[in-house]
């Protein structure tokens, strides 16, 4: 079975970086589109970056020129890059994985994938 598994949240200085990372086991094909969201405290979940197989990225317009998302195909996992963070920045952030292609014998699957969240508190 494919599960999420995140690191690398924390609390940090205004200023200051973080970067998350997401990785995965299981026999994987094929993954369309990485990336992460984030739901500050008592506001709706929203798209941070995303990246797709053909390595098109998109941002939040708060984010555009202080975060970077890459990967690391061979390995599944997906990485957030945070630089000078502010303290709107703070919120549970949620990698996730889109139609995900993997095996699990005898069949093949394609799923959609959560990670389980890791809360990034910057403070002012």
């Known amino acids: 079975q494919v599960q999420l598994v995140e690191s690398g949240g924390g609390l940090v200085q205004a200023g200051g970086s973080l970067r998350l990372s997401c990785g995965t086991s299981g026999s994987i094909l094929s993954i369309h589109s990485m990336g992460w969201y984030r739901q500050p405290p008592g506001k709706q979940r929203e798209l941070v970056a995303a990246?797709?197989?053909?390595?098109?990225?998109n941002y939040a317009d708060s984010v555009k020129g202080r975060f970077t998302i890459s990967r690391d195909n061979a390995n599944n996992t997906v990485y957030l890059q945070m630089n000078r963070l502010k303290s709107e920045d703070t919120a549970v952030y949620y990698c996730?994985?889109?139609?995900?292609?993997?095996?699990?014998?005898?069949?093949?699957?394609?799923?959609?994938?959560w990670g389980q969240g890791t809360h990034v508190t910057v403070s002012s």
């Open positions: 996730y994985f889109d139609r995900v292609t993997y095996y699990s014998g005898p069949y093949f699957y394609s799923k959609d994938f």
């Open positions: 990246l797709t197989e053909s390595d098109n990225t």
